[in-house]
């Protein structure tokens, strides 16, 4: 692929992943993601093959940035659900992505690879730590798994009528409550 092909391709991701995060697979329009790309539609769907297809792409690759960014340490599960939460500060249309993605993709059997990919390889390594005696065994490797990736996200999941009620916590309040959290959930058995 030559460099403008390749710059124009990236132009689209980046105009797509303003556009999904905005208004999800249903509302998104190929046209307005198009004019912010400064390409057109037949350059999307050379591309990407359908706005569904393009979605994928821009899903596949915040999951890959996300997975390659944060990479688990079950030794230290508090300050993973900390960087994890560092990471959705850094980029809140990550955890908008993930909502549309749940919202309108869940039950069509659509399974994105590196997702499947990285929660085996987490889960086996929360399981081995488990197996090490340095986690509890009271949830399974799966639940514990989960648990830790909703308190990193716990802040961009709330309501906006609950997230009145803790307006006053800042950032570095928000990320201690998660890693305190998670630290109370993996000191007992």
């Known amino acids: 692929m030559n460099r403008d092909a390749e710059a124009t391709r990236r132009r689209l991701l980046r105009a797509a992943t303003e556009e999904f995060a905005a208004y999800g697979i249903a509302g998104a329009r190929v046209d307005r993601i198009a004019a912010a790309a400064k390409s057109n539609k037949a350059q999307i769907y050379h591309y990407f093959g359908s706005k569904d297809g393009l979605f994928d792409a821009v899903f596949d690759a915040m999951c890959r940035e996300t997975v390659d960014a944060v990479p688990i340490d079950p030794a230290d599960l508090p300050e993973y659900a900390g960087r994890l939460f560092d990471s959705y500060e850094a980029r809140p249309w ?13 039950g069509t059997g659509s399974l994105i690879p590196v997702v499947m990919e990285s929660n085996a390889a987490k889960i086996k390594a929360v399981a081995g730590a488990q197996r090490d005696g340095l986690l509890p065994t009271r949830f399974s490797a799966e639940e514990l798994l989960g648990l830790v990736l909703h308190l990193s996200g716990f802040w961009s999941a709330n309501t906006p009528e609950f997230d009145t009620r803790l307006a006053g916590n800042d950032t570095a309040r928000r990320r201690r409550v998660v890693t305190d959290a998670v630290a109370v959930l993996v000191a007992g058995s």
């Open 94 to 106: 990550v955890q908008r992505l993930a909502t549309w993605y749940r919202l309108e993709r869940a």
